[in-house]
């Protein structure tokens, strides 16, 4: 059984401080690594895809690493604002089989 | 606004039920995907369409089943509805590639009373 796991299941964070968490894969047959970072009420938003081992996308305060060959990715987050609060999921996407293998999710909260 | 549309938003209806959601994909993405939320659970990949054909399939149980049609919008049927049946549900869309971003609705929420 594939098993995408996320850790921690949630996070506490002081406004300013800033915070990463981890998303674990299976190393083999590897395709792709989602990231999505899902608001309360709101939908699921993508935030990266990765492919390559040793990939690393930023998109504003938010980054992420890849390493295919153990299976992890990290996302980071610089100096944690009130709107990062949310739930970050990462999904695995093995040899494009078209199905997508999700984590539960991190929930991130910003305490100002 | 993602370009995903959902309808409806709410739905409530009782026990042994039948229920038709209904999504409409991004403009020019030919695949939808579906997804089930329960409370306290995260994503569960229930199908995938590919213009028009069934192309993966994830924890879908047999009293639901979803069909696109030429359009590419989809719906997704579900019969004989239980309580534990009440959840979210996502549509997404995407372009034919699975490196290519879910774009995802708003959601329906289900309630079976």
């Given at each position: 059984?594939?098993?995408?796991?996320?850790?921690?299941?949630?996070?506490?964070?002081q406004?300013?401080?800033?915070?990463?968490?981890?998303?674990?894969?299976?190393?083999?047959n590897?395709?792709?690594?989602?990231?999505?970072?899902?608001?309360?009420?709101?939908?699921p938003?993508?935030?990266?895809?990765?492919?390559?081992?040793?990939?690393?996308?930023?998109?504003?305060?938010?980054?992420?690493?890849?390493?295919?060959?153990?299976?992890?990715?990290?996302?980071?987050?610089?100096?944690s604002?009130?709107?990062?609060?949310?739930?970050?999921?990462?999904?695995?996407?093995?040899?494009?089989?078209?199905?997508?293998?999700?984590?539960?999710?991190?929930?991130?909260i910003?305490?100002? | 606004?993602?370009g995903?549309?959902?309808?409806?938003?709410?739905?409530?209806?009782?026990?042994?039920?039948?229920?038709?959601?209904?999504?409409?994909?991004?403009?020019?993405?030919?695949?939808?995907?579906?997804?089930?939320?329960?409370?306290?659970q995260?994503?569960?990949?229930?199908i995938?369409?590919?213009?028009?054909?069934?192309?993966?399939?994830?924890?879908?149980?047999?009293?639901?089943?979803?069909?696109?049609?030429?359009?590419?919008?989809?719906?997704?049927?579900?019969?004989?509805?239980?309580?534990?049946?009440?959840?979210l549900?996502?549509?997404?869309?995407?372009?034919?590639v699975?490196?290519?971003?879910?774009?995802?609705?708003?959601?329906?929420?289900?309630?079976?009373?």
């Amino acid at each position: 059984i594939l098993n995408v796991e996320q850790s921690p299941q949630s996070l506490h964070v002081q406004e300013g401080d800033s915070t990463n968490f981890t998303c674990s894969f299976p190393s083999s047959n590897f395709y792709a690594l989602h990231w999505y970072r899902w608001e309360t009420a709101k939908s699921p938003e993508a935030l990266f895809v990765m492919t390559l081992n040793g990939d690393e996308k930023k998109k504003g305060r938010i980054s992420a690493t890849l390493n295919t060959k153990e299976g992890y990715s990290y996302l980071y987050i610089k100096g944690s604002q009130p709107e990062d609060s949310a739930t970050y999921l990462c999904a695995f996407d093995m040899d494009s089989n078209y199905q997508l293998i999700w984590g539960a999710g991190t929930k991130l909260i910003i305490k100002p | 606004d993602s370009g995903v549309t959902q309808t409806p938003k709410h739905l409530i209806t009782a026990t042994g039920q039948r229920v038709t959601l209904r999504c409409s994909p991004r403009s020019g993405d030919l695949s939808v995907y579906w997804y089930q939320q329960s409370l306290d659970q995260g994503l569960q990949f229930l199908i995938q369409y590919y213009n028009g054909e069934e192309r993966a399939k994830g924890n879908i149980l047999e009293r639901f089943s979803a069909q696109q049609f030429p359009d590419l919008h989809s719906e997704l049927n579900l019969s004989s509805l239980e309580l534990g049946d009440s959840a979210l549900y996502f549509c997404a869309s995407s372009g034919w590639v699975s490196t290519d971003t879910q774009y995802f609705g708003p959601g329906t929420r289900l309630t079976v009373l």
